[in-house]
C-alpha cells in the first residue's frame, strides 16, 4: 500500500502543476478527492492488515482544516471559506500520507529524486512553450514568463526552490547518473528565472543563497559557488541566444548548453575536492562584496552594466522603473490590518478578502488576495489561526534544523532553504494560493523530518486516526457535491433550453448552496421566463434569488451588484434601489456602483413624476450619489502619487460621462437649471453617440428653463435631424 500511495502522490505533485498550478478551486477538487480517497483506503488497509498508525506530534497539522472549519460560522463568503477547508483537508492529507510512506527507507531515498525531477519537467516545458513547441495559454504575461502557474512572481520562486535544491544536492551526490538528475536543469532553472523577470524573487533568491552557503563547509561552499557559476554562465548564455534565434535553434541550443553545463559540474566534482583551511564564513562575506558591488555597478551603469548586451541593459532599466507594485501592495498590508481590528480572533473565514477588500480598501486597487501569504491567514482565520500556523510549520521547521545538524547532510540544508525561498517571499506574493506550490512544500517538509516520532500517550493513536476519519469524510463528501454542482452547472451553461437550464440550475444550488455565480445564473434564467410569460411565479423566484444572494455575501459589493441588477431588470426598482446603496456603504471606489445607483434613482424620479415631492427625494438621493462618487474620487487624488497616479488605479475608478449625465438630470428634476449645465459641460469624448444627444437635448431644455431661447432653439436646429432628439426634448419637458 506504501508503493501505491508513493506512485499516487508523486504523480499529484509531478502532474498538478500543469492545472495552472491548482489556483482555481474548480481544478482542485477532482485532486481533493484522489487524495482523500487514497487516505481512507491507507486506514482500511492498515485496520484489515492490523498495521498501528503511528500519531506524534506532526499531526498537529489536522488542526489547521479543523480552525478553517471553525471560522466557517462567521465567514464573509460560505464558498471561499469552504473551498479553503477542502484544501487544506487534502494538504493535510497528502503530508500524513507522505509522512507515512517516509517511514519505508527505501522508498525514502526516491523522494530527492522525485522533487528533482519534477522542477526538470516544468522549466523543460515552460522553454518548449516559450519556443512555440506547444501551447499553453498564459504562460506568458507582459512578455514575462509565467510557467504553468501562469503567474511570473509565484513561477520564479518555485524555480528558485528547485535550483537551489539542485546546486545543494550536488554538493553531496557522488554517483554519476543521480548526479544528472540535479545537474542537467540548472541552465533551464537560470533561463526561466531570467525570463521571469522577477525582482522580488531575485532578491529573496539571493538571500536564500547566501544563508545556503553559511550552513556548507568551506569545501562545499568551493563546489557550491563553482556549480552555480557554471549554470549561471550557461542560463545567461542560453537567455541570450533566445533573442533572435528560431525555435529549432533556441531548443538546440539549451539542449547542448545544459549537457555541456551538466559535464563541467561532473568535472567540478571529481577535481574539486580540495581541502582548504579557510574560515567558514570567509567566501560569503567575500561573495556578499562581490554581488553588492555587482548590484551598485547596474544600479548607476558602471563597467560591468557597459559591457552587457543592449537587450540585458533594457531588460534591468525596465526592472529599475517599474517600483508601484511594491507601493500598492503596501497599501493592500495596511487595509487589511484595518479589517483585522474588527475580527481579531477568528479573522473572517477562508478568502475572507476576496469579499472585504472593498470595505477597507484606501485606494482604488483591484485584488483577489494581500499579496501576502501570512496576512492572508490573519484575515481568514484571526490571531488564533495565525499563530497556530505559525506554531505547526515552525515546529517543522525546528525538526528540520535539529536534524541537519546532528546529521550534516546536505539534503536537509537543501530542504530548508528551498522551504526558506518560498516562505520568505510569500512575505510580498500569494504563493500559498497555489495548491501545486503546497505539495512541492509537504514534500520538502516531510523529505526533511526525522522518521523515529516522539512516544505519546496511548490515547493519542484513537484520537488522531478518529480525527483524520472524520476530515477524511467531510472532504470527500463536500468535494464530491462540488464537483456535482459544477457538473451541473457546465451543462446549464452549455444548453440552449430554458428548461433544461432550470434543471441543471436547481440542481446546482440544491447540491452546492453557496456559489453566488450558480445562483445569478438560475436568477437570470428565471428573468427570462418572467419577461417571456409575465409569469407571477417567475417574478417571485427572481426577488427570492436576489434576496438569498445578498444574505451569502452581505458585505461583497460585488454580489450586491448582481442582486440589484436581478432586482432591477425585473422591474422591482424600489428593491433594486436598496440593494445597491447597500452596495455603495462597502464599496465606494467603484464607478459602475455610482452609475447604476444614479440610474436607478433617476428611473424613480421619473416614475413619481406626479408626487413631485418624492421625485425630488429620488432626485437629490441620486445628487447624494453623485457628490459621494466626487469626495472618493477626490481622496484617491489626494492619497495616490501624482507622478504615477494610474498605477495606483487599478480598478479604473473615476466619475463616468453616464454618472455625469444621470447627476445633471437629477439637478434639472430638482430644477437647479445653473448647475444642470455646469456638470454637463464636464461630460466629453462622447461625440455622435447616444449619449450625446441626450446631452445635448439636455442642455437645450436647461437653457429654454434658464430663458436663454436663442441657445436653446441653436441646439435644437443642429441635432434635430438626429431621429430621436425631438422625443427627447418632450420627455425632458415633461419631466
Known amino acids: 500500500m506504501r508503493i501505491i500511495a508513493f506512485i499516487v502522490l508523486a504523480s499529484i505533485m509531478l502532474l498538478s502543476p500543469f492545472l495552472k498550478g491548482l489556483y482555481f478551486d474548480h481544478s482542485f477538487y477532482p485532486i481533493q478527492l484522489l487524495i482523500e480517497g487514497v487516505g481512507l483506503l491507507t486506514i482500511l488497509y492498515c485496520l484489515l492488515k492490523r498495521e498501528k498508525i503511528k500519531v506524534d506530534k506532526n499531526w498537529l497539522i489536522l488542526l489547521l482544516p479543523f480552525?478553517?472549519?471553525?471560522?466557517?460560522?462567521?465567514a464573509e463568503t460560505p464558498q471561499g471559506a469552504l473551498n479553503q477547508v477542502l484544501r487544506w483537508i487534502s494538504f493535510s492529507v497528502f503530508f500524513l500520507l507522505l509522512y507515512w510512506v517516509s517511514h519505508d527507507r527505501k522508498l525514502e531515498q526516491l523522494f530527492p529524486y522525485v522533487f528533482g525531477f519534477s522542477g526538470a519537467i516544468l522549466s523543460i516545458f515552460s522553454m518548449l512553450v516559450f519556443l512555440n513547441f506547444f501551447l499553453f495559454e498564459g504562460m506568458v504575461v507582459n512578455e514575462r514568463l509565467g510557467g504553468v502557474f501562469q503567474y511570473p512572481n509565484t513561477y520564479a520562486s518555485a524555480l528558485g526552490m528547485f535550483f537551489l535544491f539542485s546546486l545543494m544536492m550536488l554538493t553531496e551526490e557522488e554517483k554519476t547518473w543521480r548526479l544528472f538528475i540535479y545537474s542537467v536543469p540548472t541552465t533551464m532553472y537560470v533561463t526561466n528565472m531570467l525570463l521571469t523577470e522577477s525582482r522580488g524573487?531575485?532578491?529573496?533568491?539571493?538571500?536564500?543563497?547566501?544563508?545556503g552557503l553559511l550552513l556548507l563547509n568551506v569545501r562545499e561552499q568551493i563546489q557550491f559557488l563553482l556549480y552555480t557559476l557554471v549554470s549561471a554562465i550557461s542560463g545567461l548564455t542560453v537567455y541570450l541566444i533566445l533573442f533572435g534565434a528560431n525555435e529549432w535553434?533556441?531548443?538546440?541550443?539549451?539542449?547542448?548548453?545544459?549537457?555541456?553545463a551538466s559535464w563541467l559540474h561532473l568535472l567540478i566534482k571529481r577535481r574539486a575536492a580540495v581541502k582548504v583551511k579557510w574560515k567558514k564564513p570567509l567566501i560569503p562575506i567575500i561573495l556578499f562584496a562581490v554581488v553588492v558591488l555587482g548590484v551598485l555597478d547596474l544600479i548607476f551603469k558602471g563597467a560591468f552594466y557597459s559591457v552587457l548586451p543592449i537587450s540585458l541593459q533594457d531588460k534591468i532599466h525596465l526592472l529599475r522603473l517599474t517600483t508601484d507594485t511594491l507601493k500598492e501592495r503596501w497599501y493592500i498590508a495596511k487595509d487589511s490590518l484595518s479589517a483585522i481590528k474588527e475580527s481579531p480572533v477568528i479573522g473572517f473565514g477562508g478568502d475572507g478578502w476576496t469579499v472585504l477588500f472593498t470595505n477597507?480598501?484606501?485606494?482604488?486597487?483591484?485584488?483577489?488576495?494581500l499579496h501576502n501569504g501570512y496576512l492572508e491567514w490573519l484575515v481568514n482565520t484571526g490571531l488564533l489561526g495565525f499563530c497556530l500556523f505559525l506554531v505547526v510549520f515552525g515546529m517543522f521547521f525546528m525538526q528540520i534544523i535539529r536534524r541537519y545538524r546532528f546529521e550534516r547532510k546536505s539534503v536537509y540544508a537543501a530542504v530548508i532553504i528551498?522551504?526558506?525561498?518560498?516562505?520568505?517571499?510569500s512575505l510580498i506574493e500569494f504563493h500559498f494560493s497555489y495548491g501545486s506550490m503546497w505539495f512541492f512544500m509537504i514534500w520538502?517538509?516531510?523529505?526533511?523530518?526525522?522518521?523515529?516520532?516522539?512516544?505519546?500517550k496511548k490515547g493519542a493513536n484513537i484520537i488522531g486516526v478518529g480525527a483524520l476519519s472524520i476530515m477524511l469524510m467531510i472532504g470527500i463528501f463536500s468535494s464530491y457535491r462540488m464537483l456535482s454542482a459544477n457538473e451541473a452547472y457546465k451543462k446549464a451553461r452549455e444548453s440552449t433550453n430554458i428548461h433544461e437550464q432550470l434543471i441543471y440550475l436547481s440542481k446546482a444550488v440544491k447540491v452546492n448552496p453557496y456559489r453566488v455565480e450558480q445562483w445569478n445564473a438560475l436568477g437570470k434564467t428565471y428573468l427570462f421566463l418572467f419577461k417571456k410569460t409575465n409569469s407571477e411565479q417567475a417574478l417571485k423566484q427572481v426577488k427570492g434569488i436576489a434576496f438569498k444572494m445578498a444574505s451569502l455575501e452581505p458585505n461583497s459589493s460585488k454580489t450586491l451588484f448582481y442582486s440589484a441588477d436581478l432586482l432591477h431588470d425585473a422591474g422591482l426598482l424600489m428593491e433594486a434601489n436598496k440593494?445597491?446603496?447597500?452596495?455603495l456603504d462597502v464599496d465606494h471606489y467603484n464607478s459602475a456602483l455610482y452609475e447604476k445607483s444614479l440610474q436607478l434613482k433617476i428611473e424613480l424620479a421619473i416614475k413619481m413624476k406626479k408626487q413631485k415631492e418624492l421625485q425630488k427625494i429620488f432626485a437629490q438621493q441620486a445628487?447624494?450619489?453623485f457628490y459621494k462618487n466626487q469626495k472618493w474620487y477626490n481622496i484617491y487624488i489626494e492619497k495616490a502619487p501624482a507622478q504615477r497616479r494610474s498605477d495606483f488605479n487599478s480598478r479604473k475608478f473615476t466619475i463616468t460621462n453616464k454618472t455625469m449625465y444621470f447627476a445633471a438630470l437629477s439637478k434639472f428634476i430638482a430644477g437647479r437649471y445653473e448647475e444642470t449645465l455646469n456638470v454637463l459641460d464636464k461630460i466629453n469624448g462622447t461625440k455622435n453617440n447616444n449619449l450625446f444627444f441626450k446631452v445635448m437635448a439636455l442642455k437645450a431644455v436647461s437653457l429654454k428653463k434658464l430663458g436663454e431661447i436663442e441657445r436653446s432653439l441653436e441646439i435644437e436646429k443642429q441635432y434635430k435631424h438626429h431621429q430621436d432628439f425631438e422625443k427627447l426634448l418632450k420627455e425632458l419637458d415633461s419631466l
Open 418 to 425: 528551498s522551504l526558506l525561498i518560498v516562505f520568505l517571499h
Open 360 to 369: 477597507y480598501q484606501s485606494l482604488p486597487y483591484q485584488t483577489k488576495s
Open 444 to 456: 520538502l517538509f516531510v523529505m526533511g523530518l526525522p522518521k523515529t516520532p516522539d512516544t505519546i
Open 67 to 74: 480552525m478553517l472549519l471553525i471560522t466557517m460560522a462567521v
Open 579 to 583: 440593494m445597491v446603496d447597500k452596495a
Open 249 to 260: 535553434l533556441g531548443l538546440f541550443s539549451a539542449l547542448i548548453v545544459s549537457l555541456f
Open 623 to 625: 445628487i447624494n450619489d
Open 201 to 211: 524573487g531575485f532578491v529573496v533568491f539571493i538571500v536564500c543563497y547566501f544563508l
